[in-house]
């Protein structure tokens, strides 16, 4: 063989095996790879559990048709916005109608879970908050607070206590 052709070959077999690893691990990731409300879930009690699952379980009936509404105007902006003329007025007036309906949706997120935490002890909701602020607040749970931008203020674990930091 020549010297090119075993150097195509090597560099062939290594990209085939980093590849090959590369989607193992991805694989493995969304597989296998335990999701932060599952951690979360595992500490909590079975009464917490069951407090969570009965409220959640019957307040996605509230919620769904909320949900239509919003896919059904996404749909609408995104024909006013590829129409061939723009129209201001209506792109302001469905803007201001999902501005609405993401608020409904909004409200009933925190009355629900200002339901569930009322119904629960101090050290359930420790358990639990990190990953509650994520949901309402629309952030990813792991991301810590290396995106924050300094003097932004937070929520801190101390001591199993909830303190504000400057």
């Given at each position: 063989m020549?010297?090119?052709?075993?150097?195509?070959?090597t560099?062939?077999?290594?990209?085939?095996?980093?590849?090959?690893?590369?989607?193992?691990?991805?694989?493995?990731?969304?597989?296998?790879?335990?999701?932060?409300?599952e951690?979360v879930?595992g500490?909590?009690s079975?009464?917490?559990?069951?407090?969570?699952?009965?409220?959640?379980?019957?307040?996605?009936?509230?919620?769904?048709p909320?949900?239509?509404d919003?896919r059904?105007k996404?749909?609408?902006?995104?024909?006013?916005?590829?129409?061939?003329?723009f129209?201001?007025q209506?792109y302001n007036d469905?803007?201001?109608?999902?501005?609405?309906?993401e608020?409904?949706?909004?409200?009933r997120?925190?009355?629900?879970?200002?339901?569930?935490l009322?119904?629960?002890?101090q050290?359930?909701?420790?358990?639990?908050?990190?990953?509650?602020v994520?949901?309402?607040?629309?952030?990813?749970?792991?991301?810590?607070?290396?995106?924050?931008?300094?003097?932004?203020r937070?929520?801190?674990?101390?001591n199993?206590?909830?303190?504000?930091?400057k």
């Open positions: 020549k010297k090119s052709l075993k150097i195509i070959f560099l062939s077999i290594v990209l085939n095996l980093l590849f090959i690893g590369l989607s193992a691990g991805y694989i493995y990731s969304i597989k296998f790879a335990q999701k932060p409300w951690k879930k500490e909590l079975n009464n917490t559990r069951e407090i969570i699952k009965s409220s959640f379980s019957g307040g996605r009936k509230d919620i769904i909320i949900i239509r919003i059904k996404k749909n609408e902006m995104k024909k006013i916005m590829t129409a061939k003329e129209d201001i209506a469905l803007a201001n109608e999902v501005q609405k309906l608020i409904d949706f909004t409200k997120k925190y009355k629900r879970i200002g339901n569930i009322s119904r629960l002890p050290e359930e909701r420790l358990k639990m908050a990190d990953h509650l994520a949901r309402l607040f629309g952030k990813k749970m792991g991301r810590g607070d290396k995106n924050r931008m300094k003097g932004d937070g929520m801190v674990k101390d199993n206590a909830l303190r504000l930091v």
